[in-house]
DNA sequence: CAGTGAGCGAGCTTCCGCTTGACTT
């Protein structure tokens, strides 16, 4: 007879702890939840608002095995996490194991070592059913958030959508970044900077450097060379001051989607899928957490791994604190499970990844970089400034360099964070000469070049991911399924945003001669960017006009603090809900039964010129449509598929149009017309029936009769080639000619055949060909 | 991968947070 049962939430978590605890224990998994609302329907009792749990049926074997164990069990110890979800769990357990009080412990533990799984067992406690209950508040709410607004969204937008209290949000900040880019107005300023020379032996050495000012125009950027020409240039200050860096806390999920996006090219999901082989291989601790705890222990091994590789000097233990909103902290940071390991065995993927988390956790434990900081100004003086200088009090022009040098490299030795910015800053990028007050430089060359203030930039999935924590939103184990969500909802794709050609001009003093050049540059262009489909903006619209609470980026920080107040026993969640429902509810049933003259996000872009109709744009059955007449017309209305480069907001009158001029008839051939038409896969021509593609580069508005005729015959020469073989035992099957060489084809499906047998083909026999077939 | 291309109707769809597995290709 097993003496003590312990659950955990995750296998790979059971298997290690089993090895601390010895054979008097036997550890098991609940793998997550076992208990939750019926997957299809709302569960939540519409007067009392108390869920009705089942166990879902992926889960039953799971729970009569774990009822077996418990059954046999002196003690029952349930260890999962140290969390609202975590708590609930355990109370899960407890019901439909139906363990009783005395021999049931709860236990929590915060790091995976054994001293640690020891002190907990010698400390347990009970159930925390206000925390509990919290998880029930969260998870009803979540619920009927739901299951309530997606029906909506069915009846006034498209079927099969959905919204929530986090994905609904996500989508907001997607369309709202994309508006304000919309709205931004890019302004053009001149920057001007200037190679100096600090004369000396040979060449002298040169001076980089920025003016402090921009301008407006390029009157004032001309004017300003021009001052130039005959200017002294006059070291005015020289400042050094030592600055210090510090390294970044270790990873957290949120972080390590971020860095692995940046530096190494990851998806949020792939980054997941990584981290979870490389916990499941025992390399790292778990990777669904919010916090930066790092354990005594790494803290400890890290030291003596910094000491070994780099010496004492780089070592510096530090602990560091979680401020990001809402963590539970119920895990340790994402970390190497033993910091003498620098290196795995693995794939590639996984090996990038681990040294990615190996060198951050080294670096969190590694001294201060110390750098020292020289801002050098110099000052533009010629006649005329300085007599107008000295009645008018306008700031002098300045020059400035900027030098760092690193005295000690510190954490940068192994791991730098990387920023959302393109532009890379380098470390060591200026060197700056000896210089002292008083020293005048040569002036070699002065330009004032062109730019154009830039507008905010896209959200990737990372940086999406990191708003989402910042405000508090979405939990590490949703982050990534919430990406994907509101992509397979249609909302959000990722995509390409092609930017706009800007011409600039640059301004050179050199010698005596001032250059004015003309130069072109693609500004603001995007790659693999959150961008939000008309689907996306309709139903956000859409849902900010009627759910305005729901959509507030702090209303999940607001309900949050109700379900702390639930978890200090300080309000019965069940007020809690019955208080959002009064209010939530009517509003749902208001908007659902409210008789809209138009659907949601249905637009008139104008009248038809040749009948007189108007024309909408609107999300159909299918997606986004334009449409000619009304419904209540005695004629059908038009109907016409929206192509994915256009956008329903800013469509036109012409480009609907446009839409509708396929498909055309261009004449008859054998009796039937002949039609041009648009479909999924660019312009075809139609004729009985069969479908045969436009070559590219056709012109679908201008193909003849003849040119149609010419390519149906074709079509109809390659199709007899296409059937090489067929057979009297058994018409379903016949050998055919494809793009990549013969196949066999049997009742709807295709079968590939060896490369041998390409050459006779033709002459297969009925068995060979049902062999390859069945094989 | 082996040919595709309508229709705007019926019934279905849906949340967030814990956690992995088992179908082959």
Redesign the pocket.
């Known amino acids: 007879m097993q003496k003590n049962l312990v659950i955990v939430?995750?296998?790979?978590?059971a298997k290690t702890i089993e090895r601390f605890l010895g054979k008097d224990f036997k550890v098991m998994?609940?793998?997550?939840?076992?208990r939750?609302?019926?997957?299809?329907?709302?569960s939540i009792d519409s007067d009392t608002l108390l869920p009705d749990y089942e166990i879902p049926e992926?889960k039953k074997r799971l729970v009569s095995e774990l009822k077996q164990q418990a059954k046999k069990a002196e003690k029952v110890w349930l260890a999962?996490?140290e969390?609202?979800?975590?708590e609930a769990?355990s109370w899960h357990l407890c019901e439909v194991l139906g363990l009783d009080e005395v021999n049931t412990n709860r236990i929590v533990f915060h790091e995976i070592t054994k001293p640690a799984i020891l002190e907990a067992i010698e400390h347990p406690r009970h159930l925390d059913m206000n925390l509990v209950n919290a998880?029930q508040a969260?998870?009803v709410l979540?619920?009927?958030?739901?299951?309530?607004?997606?029906?909506v969204?069915?009846?006034k937008v498209?079927?099969?959508?959905?919204?929530?209290?986090?994905?609904?949000?996500?989508v907001r900040l997607i369309v709202e970044r994309e508006r304000e880019i919309q709205a931004f107005q890019s302004e053009p300023y001149y920057h001007v900077s200037a190679k100096l020379v600090l004369p000396g032996e040979g060449d002298g050495q040169v001076v980089n450097c920025q003016l402090s000012t921009r301008f407006r125009t390029h009157e004032e950027a001309l004017a300003f060379l021009e001052q130039c020409r005959d200017a002294e240039f006059r070291v005015k200050s020289i400042t050094r001051k030592p600055v210090k860096r510090m390294p970044a806390p270790p990873f957290t999920t949120s972080t390590l989607q971020q860095e692995a996006a940046r530096k190494l090219g990851f998806t949020v999901s792939q980054t997941?899928m990584v981290a979870?082989r490389l916990?499941?291989s025992g390399h790292i601790t778990?990777?669904?957490?919010d916090s930066v705890n790092l354990s005594s222990l790494c803290i400890g091994t890290s030291k003596e791994e910094i000491t070994r590789l780099y010496g004492a000097d780089y070592s510096h233990p530090r602990n560091f604190q979680t401020h990001s909103k809402?963590a539970?902290e119920?895990?340790e940071a994402i970390r190497p499970t033993y910091m003498s390991k620098q290196d795995i065995e693995g794939t590639g993927q996984e090996r990038r990844l681990y040294d990615l988390i190996w060198k951050r956790t080294a670096a969190s434990q590694m001294a201060d970089a110390e750098l020292e900081k020289t801002t050098v100004e110099i000052e533009v003086r010629n006649e005329q400034a300085a007599a107008s200088s000295s009645e008018s009090a306008a700031t002098p022009n300045l020059f400035v360099s900027t030098g760092e040098v690193v005295k000690f490299d510190g954490f940068l030795k192994v791991y730098r964070e990387s920023t959302d910015d393109e532009q890379t800053d380098t470390l060591e990028g200026n060197l700056l000469p000896q210089m002292k007050k008083g020293d005048v430089l040569q002036r070699q060359e002065i330009t004032a070049c062109e730019r154009f203030s830039q507008g905010p930039t896209r959200y990737t999935e990372a940086s999406l991911v990191h708003k989402l924590e910042e405000l508090g939103?979405?939990?590490?184990?949703?982050?990534a399924?919430?990406i994907s969500?509101i992509q397979?909802?249609e909302y959000v794709h990722k995509g390409d945003k092609k930017g706009t050609e800007q011409t600039f001009t640059i301004d050179t003093l050199k010698g005596q001669k001032i250059t004015t050049k003309n130069k072109k540059e693609l500004t603001g262009s995007e790659k693999g960017k959150l961008l939000p489909t008309d689907i996306g903006i309709v139903v956000n619209d859409f849902l900010m006009e009627n759910f305005p609470d729901i959509m507030d980026y702090n209303f999940?920080a607001r309900v949050e603090q109700d379900f702390d107040k639930i978890a200090e026993g300080k309000t019965e969640w069940n007020k809690m809900m019955t208080r959002f429902y009064k209010k939530f509810e009517p509003t749902v049933e208001k908007v659902i039964n409210a008789r809209a003259e138009h659907k949601a996000g249905e637009r008139q872009v104008g009248i038809d010129p040749t009948s007189g109709k108007p024309v909408f744009v609107k999300i159909?059955?299918?997606?986004p449509?334009v449409?000619i007449g009304s419904?209540d017309d005695k004629e059908?209305p038009r109907?016409?598929?929206l192509p994915s480069d256009k956008a329903m907001e800013t469509l036109t009158l012409d480009e609907a149009l446009e839409l509708f001029r396929l498909?055309r008839t261009v004449g008859q051939f054998e009796g039937s017309d002949v039609v041009i038409?648009?479909?999924?896969?660019?312009?075809?021509v139609?004729h009985n029936k069969?479908?045969?593609?436009?070559p590219k580069g056709t012109d679908p508005m201008t193909v003849t009769i003849d040119e149609a005729m010419a390519l149906i015959q074709e079509k109809r020469q390659q199709d007899e080639k296409?059937h090489l073989k067929t057979f009297a035992e058994d018409p379903k099957l016949e050998v055919?000619?494809?793009?990549?060489?013969?196949?066999i084809?049997y009742d709807g499906k295709?079968?590939?055949m060896p490369k041998a047998m390409h050459a006779r083909a033709a002459e297969l026999t009925y068995d060979e060909a049902m062999k390859l077939v069945k094989k």
């Open positions: 939430e995750s296998p790979a978590k998994s609940s793998y997550g939840h076992i939750d609302l019926k997957k299809k329907e709302i992926e999962s996490d969390d609202r979800e975590g769990i998880q969260r998870r979540d619920r009927l958030v739901g299951f309530k607004l997606s029906p969204l069915w009846r498209k079927p099969a959508l959905s919204a929530g209290r986090v994905q609904s949000v996500a997941m979870q916990y499941e778990y990777m669904r957490t809402g539970q119920a895990h939103i979405g939990r590490p184990s949703t982050y399924p919430t969500t397979q909802r999940t159909g059955r299918f997606g449509v449409q419904a059908k109907f016409a598929q498909p038409g648009a479909g999924r896969f660019g312009p075809y139609l069969k479908y045969v593609s436009l296409r055919l000619n494809g793009r990549y060489g013969p196949y084809a295709n079968y590939r």
